[in-house]
């Protein structure tokens, strides 16, 4: 699997290589800017990409929009962008266009090596992947929305969903059953007005797009 990685810090790039290739991934190539990203992207075609959100010259936003550019330019292209802080502005804008294939993780989680590992591949396969702090942020600023309809068990359950998990995980892990797990989406659905057709990553990408918007 061919990864292009943007990341200015060259020990946590190096880092990255080093972990990559150890998993068996094959790292294309290592950008320090976003230009250099881009120009990456369309020479290797990676089937995956790791974006810092913050890159040269002026280390504010130039790696999310240098990812939305690339997803622009080759629709569906995943890409993983890393953070250094929640930053709820730039989740939202990585989850606007609609399409999968996407994750925002805080840098911490890469020390974490197996939950960064599966984070990379399900987004490498089309996946919708964010951070629980990320999450965590998002259902705190809609206190007073209709989120706050949705009870103690559902606000589990929306958060799990939004990290990218599938109902056996959900209820494996709030150890409950998996029709326990479709009641609570369906009840999800209807208090956040969101179409109970959405499956897989869309569901997730539907109620991510909702918080980041209201």
Known sequence: MRVVIAEDNVLLSNGLELLLTAKGFHVAAITQDAPGFIAAVTEHRPD????????????????????????????????????????????????????????????????????????????????????????????????????????????????????????ATVAARLVITENAVHKHIGNIFAKLGLSPADSGHRRVLAVLTYLSRH
């Open 48 to 167: 995956v990409t790791i974006v810092d959100v913050r890159l040269p010259p002026t280390f504010r936003d130039e790696g999310i929009h240098a990812a939305i550019h690339a997803r622009r330019q080759h629709p569906g292209l995943p890409v993983l962008v890393l953070s250094q802080y929640v930053e709820q502005q730039y989740a939202g804008e990585l989850v606007s266009d609609g399409r999968g294939g996407v994750g925002y993780l805080l840098k911490d989680r890469v020390s974490r090596v197996s939950e960064f590992i599966d984070a990379l591949r399900r987004v490498a396969a089309g996946g919708t992947v964010m951070d629980p702090e990320v999450i965590g942020q998002l259902l705190t600023r809609h206190a007073r929305d209709p989120i706050a309809a949705l009870t103690p068990r559902e606000r589990e359950v929306l958060a799990l969903m939004a990290e990218g998990k599938d109902n």
